[in-house]
């Protein structure tokens, strides 16, 4: 599904600097998802944004993890201080409404913490 | 604690074989039910979903899930497995209004 542009594909980061994910849901979407994905443990919520809000955060570290969705431009998962642990591939999906259904998947961020 | 469990890590058949694989949650009240697949190197996407009706869904590409919810599950099958099917297949729940959850995936491999 080309809908849901996530960028960048791939991002490597050292240990202390920051990682900035964007997504970019699909055309008419004002609802957006986060998830990261690590080996064998599947899918993990993270936040849930409408346009300038965030609903639900509650899969999010409480330290160093962030999101926005502005009213204009992508949505943004931002990492401070990345430690080895964050090397993830974080997915975005975005839909229409709030449980509305199927999501639409981006093609996921993957982020290795050198 | 609310979850949604796949008891499968790793599935390996061979081509022609029939596939099961499992699916439980533990919400309460009224879910929504899906399955998706990620093929490898790809995004995820929507394989078959179930809101109300038949409990037994059909889905793309020869999938079907039934929905029991007397046992809290919602296993997918294909009758005859393909190499292409190689995958993985991950269940999610969207609980009383909550938002979408999801099983920690099945691996599927499919010897040709």
């Known amino acids: 599904n080309a809908g849901v542009m996530q960028n960048p594909r791939h991002l490597v980061r050292r240990r202390g600097q920051e990682a900035r994910l964007r997504c970019s849901p699909m055309?008419?979407?004002?609802?957006v998802y986060w998830y990261r994905q690590l080996p064998e443990e599947g899918l993990k919520f993270m936040v849930y944004l409408q346009k300038e809000n965030i609903i639900d955060e509650s899969g999010m570290p409480k330290e160093r993890f962030s999101a926005e969705f502005p009213k204009e431009g992508p949505s943004i998962l931002r990492i401070q201080q990345v430690v080895r642990g964050d090397s993830a591939a974080y997915f975005c999906a975005s839909a229409a409404g709030r449980n509305t259904g199927e999501l639409f998947f981006g093609e996921g961020s993957r982020l290795t913490v050198l | 604690a609310q979850s949604v469990s796949q008891h499968n890590h790793h599935v390996i058949l061979s081509e022609a074989a029939s596939l099961e694989l499992g699916c439980n949650y533990s919400?309460?009240?009224?879910?929504?039910l899906f399955w998706y697949v990620q093929y490898p190197g790809q995004h995820l996407q929507l394989l078959l979903k179930y809101f109300s009706g038949d409990p037994l869904v059909k889905g793309i590409k020869g999938f079907e899930a039934e929905f029991i919810k007397s046992k809290f599950s919602f296993n997918l099958r294909k009758p005859s497995v393909q190499w292409s099917d190689t995958a993985e297949y991950f269940c999610a729940v969207n609980a009383n209004n909550n938002d979408m959850r999801f099983g920690a995936g099945t691996r599927l491999t499919v010897k040709p």
């Open positions: 919400y309460g009240g009224t879910v929504n």
């Open positions: 055309k008419g979407h004002s609802h």
